[in-house]
């Protein structure tokens, strides 16, 4: 009577939540199983007690009764046992293998995730361990790249940028002391050719060296409105449809304004070349979970899935025009910044890079 009493006081002592995430512990599992187990015996004790009013049991029947007790009581015991030993062991030597074979089978196997228990839970936390391995070691390869990159990046720019000046200045000394059409039309080639290299240049070796930001709290939505001001006749040239869906609740961020804003700028300019004319490029900003997420989205042609992987490599591009630069300089900005630049994608269908930087006055 008491046992019945005692389940219903748990019951309504803990919230309904609560309750249904203890249902799959292996804990309330093992508790009711065996509170199931010493009820059998004593389903039974009572069951020969109430026999037993209306036609007596002598010695030796009682007896074996006591003896069939201690049976039955083993003989569940055992069963239990047994069930739980299965039910605890199988999951955990799974869980054993797969990390035994790790390093072999290589970070793309997982562990299928068979119940809501403790051994589940270990298993997702595995399965996430893995993803979050594969991560950190595609990032650390990436930045590896990225320093070998730059190292590279600032040694040619630094042997390009001499004789570049003075091819410059040769051009310009041939304009100042001859004339003729020709002479004029050749010089002109080699003049903006030599400002184009320069400019390449300038953006190596902006890529190649380590700028430190220059935090302090700022406003995202008017920096995005000043970005998307600075670029509205671009997208008219371009026939693109400039939008905004500011969320005007959005705390102050600390950051380098002028980096943020180049960042901004380069994920515009990738928009317009990504849509065709009458395409829509959309900029929105959010908070979530203290994070202030700045996002550019467009309708173009998209990214495919096996270059998904390699756009946010230095000199990795699709397009005709550019150096494959811009992308690299902007997550490595957004790294700087503690935050980071995610995209999502789908050929055909259209980009979505999104900006994550923290929220409040935070102070690095």
């Keep these: 009577m008491f046992r019945p009493v005692g389940f219903l006081i748990l019951l309504f002592s803990i919230k309904p939540g609560e309750f249904l995430r203890t249902g799959g512990s292996i804990l309330y599992r093992a508790l009711s199983a065996f509170s199931l187990l010493a009820a059998v015996p004593l389903l039974v004790f009572g069951t020969v007690l109430f026999y037993e009013i209306f036609s007596p049991i002598d010695i030796e029947g009682r007896r074996f009764l006591v003896f069939a007790l201690l049976l039955v009581t083993f003989a569940s015991a055992l069963i239990f046992g047994f069930g739980l030993i299965i039910r605890l062991i ?23 995730v068979k119940s809501n228990d403790e051994i589940g839970e270990l298993s997702g936390a595995f399965n996430e361990m893995i993803v ?56 002109k080639v080699i003049s903006d050719e030599a400002v184009r290299i320069n400019k390449l240049t300038s953006t190596l070796l902006n890529f190649a060296r380590p700028v430190q930001p220059e935090p302090a709290p700022n406003d995202m939505n008017r920096l995005v409105e000043e970005t998307l001001a600075l670029l509205t006749q671009e997208s008219r040239d371009h026939g693109v449809i400039l939008e905004k869906h500011l969320f005007r609740e959005l705390p102050p961020v600390h950051c380098d304004y002028n980096q943020i ?14 849509v065709h004319e009458g395409g829509t490029v959309t900029v929105e900003t959010k908070s979530n979970n203290g994070n202030i997420l700045v996002s ?16 946010f490599n230095p000199f ?40 994550v930087l923290r929220g409040g006055n935070q102070n690095k």
């Design 90 to 112: 199988h999951p955990i030597l799974e869980l054993k293998d797969s990390v035994s074979t790790l390093v072999e089978s290589g970070l793309d196997k997982t562990i299928e």
């Design 132 to 187: 979050n391995l594969r991560q950190a070691i595609d990032e650390q390869e990436r930045l590896c790249r990225l320093a070998c990159t730059g190292e590279l990046a600032a040694t040619l720019a630094h042997e390009i940028k001499n004789p570049l000046h003075a091819i410059g200045g040769a051009a310009s000394y041939i304009r100042k002391n001859y004339t003729g059409s020709l002479i004029e039309e050749f010089v």
């Design 261 to 274: 804003k180049q960042v901004l700028i380069n994920l515009l300019i990738n928009a317009f070349d990504a």
């Design 296 to 311: 550019v989205e467009d309708n173009g042609r998209g990214i495919a899935e096996e270059n998904l992987k390699q756009i």
């Design 316 to 355: 990795f591009t699709t397009k005709t025009r550019g150096t494959g630069l811009g992308l690299a300089i902007s997550k490595k900005i957004a790294k700087e910044h503690d935050g980071d630049l995610q995209v999502r994608s789908s050929a055909g269908k259209g980009s979505i890079f999104t900006l």
